[in-house]
């Protein structure tokens, strides 16, 4: 972060400008979506980084009000499109735990698998769409080329690319061929030293080392204060997973590591902090999903709860891990096939909030940098 | 067979239509999950640039082809139809997935949601899907072209689009 003294040391007041205030976005390069930010700037410092959001409010909650507890799920996989296994995951525990419904172990196992994999795919997708940010090219087109490899892999499990419908309530969809967990294995012996090349191209590389440490620092307590969760969280040297502090699914019996950013570059808690606990995390997933790999027990993979859901009248609550942070589902049912009311908390309007907070006193170049390592997705700020 | 002294006979129409149809610049534009769709056809593995429809400029102002990719809220709908005015003759509009053509899965109860992006500007080629694969959208670029290719009337000032 540069001051306003640094650039003209004693002669600042002499050279003032007027404020400039400039819309980024919505339609720009780096806002990753339909996000605008009204930035006013004094030369090339800002001042004010407004977000402001609602350009792709589709109207979630309304529609899970109107359509049945099915129903919702290809809505909920809409919500984060990076990450549609993983909400759905969500969803459907929620909904299963007001059913009452014991999910088969199998069901579990594939579920977890499928979930880390989307991991990996998401955190591949930031991984490019950063360097892209930061200038490197090169970075968006290996982690597209690998993160078509995943794809792949979900397209022969569900049938679609992008937005799968696979987690259903009571389990998944459909089944997985051993075909499937052999393509999953091969893909996992040929990413396990990619991470490490990619950390070599890119994270440990000295141009964007210089772009993203000590900018967009932030410390624990506004991290607490602004009720921040997930990358941003552990970005700041906070150890908090769900996946290890609240267990849910089987991540209990799995072994992993949580990684927290350290300042290994600059400050605790900058831009590059939030990067590599991305990349690490990434090598975190190949280790859980190793480890069930080779012990995916038989059995059904959904439990029987009936073509036409009936959820009991009462509340229903989970969290999960998302690639982004906490998402939660708090549903409120009365007992007929549809939901009264389904509140999505999710992490990434939380997490895009702190932009102004960040944005104050940076360089406007440094705030590209800042919103790329926040790694939102606006379908989940709007919903 | 052509030698290097060899004349060709063609119209001006048809060499402008050639060259404008291999040159297509998309502007970058992504609204929500067609627009990760968008992405990975201009990344590695399908490479739209082998079609020569590649050059993705973040400007409307360089830019001729819009590929409208993702829902289209009513708050959104008015800045799609600036940055169409804000595109220079002759520009093509793809209408990309499924919200885009005619609100998708939002039809019923999205009461934020624009019924079709061809409400607000007039579209070229419509991609059914949700979201279309990269293939579909190749396709639609392909057929762009052919539509591109026999354009009439390519020097003469452009008529007046009939807005929608």
């Known amino acids: 972060m540069i001051s306003q003294e640094t650039i003209v040391p004693g002669s600042h007041e002499?050279?003032?400008?007027?404020?400039l205030l400039i819309n980024m976005g919505p339609q720009h390069p780096s806002t990753h979506g339909v996000l605008r930010v009204v930035i006013v700037t004094d030369g090339e410092i800002v001042k004010t980084a407004r977000p402001e959001i609602g350009y792709l409010h589709r109207c979630f909650e309304k529609h899970s009000e109107n359509v049945?507890?099915?129903?919702?799920?290809?809505?909920?996989?809409?919500?984060?499109?990076?990450a549609s296994m993983n909400n759905a995951m969500g969803y459907s525990m929620a909904v299963e735990r007001m059913l009452g419904v014991e999910v088969p172990r199998r069901a579990e196992y594939i579920r977890v698998i499928i979930a880390e994999l989307q991991r990996i795919a998401s955190h591949l997708m930031s991984f490019g769409t950063y360097g892209l940010d930061m200038g490197a090219f090169t970075a968006f087109m290996y982690g597209f080329r690998d993160r078509e490899m995943i794809l792949d892999i979900f397209?022969?499990?569900?049938?679609?690319?992008?937005?799968y419908n696979f987690m259903w309530v009571g389990g998944t969809y459909r089944d997985i061929t051993p075909e499937i967990v052999e393509q999953i294995r091969s893909f996992l012996t040929y990413f396990k030293p990619k991470v490490d090349e990619y950390n070599t191209l890119l994270s440990y590389n000295k141009i964007f080392i210089e772009r993203t440490k000590d900018v967009g620092v932030i410390n624990l307590q506004t991290c607490f204060d602004y009720s921040l969760s997930g990358v941003m969280l552990r970005g700041a040297g906070f150890k908090w997973d769900l996946r290890k502090d609240v267990p849910y699914s089987i991540y209990k019996e799995v072994e992993f590591d949580v990684p927290t950013g350290s300042g290994e570059m600059g400050t605790l808690g900058d831009c590059w902090d939030r990067h590599i606990v991305r990349m690490r995390e990434m090598k975190e997933s190949i280790r859980i999903i190793e480890q069930l790999l080779d012990g995916i027990p038989e059995g059904p993979h959904r439990a029987k709860v009936g073509k036409i859901i009936k959820v009991p009248a009462g509340e229903g609550f989970s969290r999960t891990e998302c690639p982004r942070g906490e998402l939660g589902f708090y549903i409120i049912s009365e007992g007929g096939t549809g939901a009264?009311?389904?509140?999505?908390?999710?992490?990434?309007?939380?997490?895009?909030a702190i932009l102004d907070e960040l944005g104050k006193g940076q360089m406007v170049a440094d705030l590209v940098a800042t919103i790329g390592s926040l790694d939102i997705v606006l379908g989940e700020v709007d919903r | 067979m052509l030698s290097q002294d060899s004349l060709v006979m063609t119209s001006v129409d048809e060499v402008l239509s050639w060259g404008r149809k291999n040159s297509l610049w998309p502007l970058t534009f992504g609204l929500a999950c067609c627009a990760i769709e968008m992405m990975?056809?201009?990344?590695?593995?399908?490479?739209?640039?082998?079609?020569?429809?590649?050059?993705?400029?973040?400007?409307?102002?360089?830019?001729?082809?819009?590929?409208?990719?993702?829902?289209?809220?009513?708050?959104m709908a008015s800045r799609i139809r600036t940055l169409y005015d804000q595109m220079p003759d002759p520009k093509w509009v793809i209408s990309m997935g499924s919200c885009a053509n005619k609100g998708g899965p939002y039809w019923h109860e999205g009461y934020h949601v624009l019924k079709g992006v061809d409400r607000v500007i007039p579209v070229d080629v419509y991609v059914p899907g949700c979201p279309p694969r990269p293939e579909t959208l190749i396709?639609?670029?392909?057929?762009?072209?052919?539509k591109i290719r026999v354009t009439q009337n390519t020097l003469g000032i452009f008529e007046p689009r009939k807005h929608a």
Request: glycine share 6%; with cysteine.
């Open chain 1, 14 to 19: 002499s050279l003032k400008t007027d404020e």
């Open chain 2, 40 to 75: 990975a056809t201009g990344a590695a593995d399908y490479d739209l640039e082998r079609f020569g429809c590649g050059v993705f400029r973040a400007t409307p102002r360089q830019s001729d082809l819009m590929i409208v990719a993702g829902t289209v809220t009513l708050k």
């Open chain 1, 155 to 163: 397209e022969k499990i569900s049938g679609a690319r992008l937005l």
């Open chain 1, 340 to 352: 009264y009311r389904v509140k999505c908390k999710s992490p990434c309007f939380l997490n895009i």
């Open chain 2, 139 to 146: 396709e639609a670029v392909m057929m762009l072209q052919k």
């Open chain 1, 68 to 82: 049945e507890w099915g129903q919702v799920i290809p809505y909920v996989d809409r919500l984060d499109y990076l």
